[in-house]
């Protein structure tokens, strides 16, 4: 079982940065690969970037690419989302997933994911 811990959201003005963190419990982190998703009021969850195993490889929504960056420390067993030009559409619950996996692909489907963290908010406001 892994535990994933979100933080790091909060209410910033367009155009501003927020870096979200995610803490994971898991004792062989290197063997998972992680997920960054997103759900705001009346919409289903959306994929927002994720990144492989070892954080050799990321992809990323068309919607955040080019302004969002995630990363992972291996060490620290966290894996981060960069927001940088944040715009009012950004404004979601975004959430933290796990995978555990051999390959070194990433993954855009939720159900590819086992574990989810309880999901923080990010409001982008004037």
């Known amino acids: 079982q892994v535990q994933l811990v979100e933080s790091g959201g909060g209410l910033v003005q367009p155009g501003g940065s927020l870096r979200l963190s995610c803490a994971a419990s898991a004792r062989t982190f290197s063997t998972y690969a992680m997920g960054w998703f997103r759900q705001a009021p009346g919409k289903e969850r959306e994929f927002v970037a994720a990144v492989s195993r070892g954080g050799v490889t990321t992809s990323y929504a068309d919607s955040v690419k080019g302004r969002f960056t995630i990363s992972m420390n291996n060490a620290k067993n966290t894996v981060y989302l960069q927001m940088d030009s944040l715009k009012p559409e950004d404004t979601a619950v975004y959430y933290c997933?796990?995978?555990?996996?051999?390959?070194?692909?990433?993954?855009?489907?939720?159900?590819?994911?086992?574990?989810w963290g309880q999901g923080t908010q990010v409001t982008v406001s004037s």
């Open positions: 997933a796990a995978r555990r996996t051999a390959g070194g692909s990433t993954a855009s489907r939720a159900y590819d994911y086992n574990y």
